[in-house]
């Protein structure tokens, strides 16, 4: 069975950087073909991808947000972390973490299952 | 950047047959996903790859594509099917991107 769980601040101020740490159980990023992404949802608005990254740590970002994103991760650890720069309160929002997994044959991702239940971020002075 | 377009509201009937659609100019050459979201809870991938159905997701969800248009389909819908539904597009690496604005399912 796989688990996503987000870890991280609930509240952070303006112009601070963000970490989010996804720790995962039941399955290995050193596995062919997985991958985790970070995706957002402000309260009561339409979900937003932010990033993705592979078992070969190939790494995908939003082109909107990719200037402030980073992921990277912890194989021995089995988790994933985000950072995102400059945060403004237009990011305060769930942010989860999900599992991929990409089809060699097809040469596109099997869409994001399952996720985390979601941490609330709420960026405010 | 490109934009995924989907109605903000449907509603049905119980055992009725519902059907969302999600517009955008990627999605010819593109793979779209749709999840299912209910209040509170983390979104759960009912389609991917236009029309395939993950484990575990009942046979009455259904996706199909033609040209600019993607369309999740739900026959004989039930009260526990009421959600908000939102289609999501593969970018030309095979990344699964940018998400429509949600559509939300009301069963009357």
């Known amino acids: 069975q796989i688990t996503l769980k987000e870890s991280g601040p609930t509240l952070v101020k303006p112009t601070q950087t963000l970490t989010l740490t996804c720790t995962f159980s039941?399955?290995?990023?050193?596995?062919?073909?997985?991958?985790v992404g970070w995706i957002r949802q402000p309260p009561g608005k339409a979900l937003e991808w932010l990033a993705l990254?592979?078992?070969?740590?190939?790494?995908r970002y939003s082109p909107s947000l990719k200037s402030r994103l980073t992921i990277t991760k912890d194989t021995s650890k089995n988790q994933v972390v985000l950072t995102m720069t400059n945060m403004d309160p237009v990011d305060t929002a769930t942010y989860y973490c999900?599992?991929?997994?990409?089809?060699?044959?097809?040469?596109?991702?099997?869409?994001?299952?399952?996720w985390g239940q979601g941490t609330l971020v709420t960026v405010s002075s | 950047s490109y934009e995924l377009t989907q109605p903000p509201s449907v509603s049905v009937s119980p055992g009725q047959t519902a059907r969302i659609t999600c517009s955008g100019d990627?999605?010819?050459?593109?793979?779209a996903y749709w999840y299912q979201q209910k209040p509170g809870q983390a979104p759960v991938l009912v389609i991917y790859?236009?029309?395939e159905r993950p484990s575990g997701i009942p046979e009455r969800f259904s996706g199909s594509s033609s040209g600019t248009t993607v369309t999740l389909t739900i026959s004989g819908v039930q009260a526990e099917d009421e959600a908000d539904y939102y289609c999501?597009?593969?970018?030309?690496?095979?990344?699964?991107?940018?998400f429509g604005g949600g559509t939300k399912l009301t069963v009357l």
């Open positions: 999900a599992h991929t997994y990409y089809d060699f044959w097809s040469g596109y991702s099997m869409g994001f299952d399952p």
């Open positions: 039941g399955f290995s990023l050193s596995t062919s073909g997985v991958g």
């Open positions: 990254i592979y078992w070969n740590d190939d790494k």
């Open positions: 990627a999605l010819p050459k593109q793979y």
């Open positions: 790859k236009d029309s």
């Open positions: 999501q597009s593969a970018d030309s690496s095979g990344t699964p991107g940018v």
